[in-house]
């Protein structure tokens, strides 16, 4: 099982980047996928998730209306399109996979890549 993340980098406020998320060895498509952040301030929290069906179904309130998470699972990927960017949003970025079963779950994180917004 990997979860391969790109993509961070260093942008200015106000600036754009887009993270992608590549996983192989589960079936992507059966699971749903989050990204998370994590900064020593604050710990690991959850970004935005989107399920099964691509429907988004959590955006934590600090990056509604700028961040959008999507996938493709015709080729295993999660991306994270984040707009208007600020210096609160830097961090350590973590695709998540999670499958819930009646009894079981399972759930995979990446290696994470990081995001620093500064001038």
């Known amino acids: 099982v990997r979860l391969v993340e790109s993509g961070g980098s260093l942008v200015q406020p106000g600036g754009s980047l887009r993270l992608s998320c590549a996983a192989s060895?589960?079936?992507?498509?059966?699971?749903?996928m989050s990204w998370y952040r994590q900064t020593p301030e604050k710990g690991r929290e959850l970004v935005t998730t989107?399920?099964?069906?691509?429907?988004?179904?959590t955006t934590a309130e600090a990056v509604k209306g700028r961040f959008a998470i999507s996938r493709d699972n015709a080729k295993n990927t999660v991306d994270l399109q984040m707009n208007s960017l600020k210096p609160e949003d830097t961090a350590v970025y973590y695709c998540?996979?999670?499958?819930?079963?009646?009894?079981?779950?399972?759930?995979?994180w990446g290696q994470g890549t990081q995001v620093t917004v500064s001038s």
């Open positions: 060895g589960f079936t992507f498509s059966s699971y749903n």
């Open positions: 998540h996979a999670e499958w819930v079963g009646h009894v079981r779950r399972y759930d995979h």
């Open positions: 989107i399920n099964t069906d691509g429907i988004t179904t």
